[in-house]
């Protein structure tokens, strides 16, 4: 387990996100913490970047957004996304993110997994 107590975003290197849309910085990961999280991150995907439907069988991951206009299709239900939205994706369930807007959408989000 790492000691990572203080960080700044603009000190983090961003990277390209596991489904190859949009980037992320990401504060802590799996190792280092004791409990079930999987990833902290701050997310941007740019004007039309979409994430392509996918799911998570052992995972929960919870959004809140910062910035910019997008959907976030859950399940077979769409959601309209803007600042200060939350999301929470059960495990298991596809879904899928678009910013449809015209500027960046931000978000900061977590993976948490069930064991």
């Keep these: 387990m790492s000691e990572k107590l203080f960080q700044k975003l603009s000190e983090i290197k961003g990277e ?21 999280l999987t990833q902290f991150a701050y997310g941007v995907f740019e004007p039309g970047e979409k994430c392509p439907l996918h799911r998570h069988p052992t995972m929960e991951e919870l959004f809140f957004f910062l910035k910019g206009e997008g959907t976030y299709l859950i399940g077979d239900t769409k959601y309209h996304i803007e600042p200060n939205s939350f999301l929470r994706i059960p495990p ?5 993110l678009e910013n449809t807007g015209d500027e960046r959408l931000e978000f900061v989000y977590f993976g948490v ?3």
């Design 16 to 36: 390209q996100t596991a489904h190859l849309s949009g980037l992320k910085q990401v504060f802590l990961k799996n190792d280092d913490s004791i409990t079930h």
């Design 92 to 96: 298991n369930v596809n879904h899928e």
């Design 113 to 115: 997994a069930l064991d």
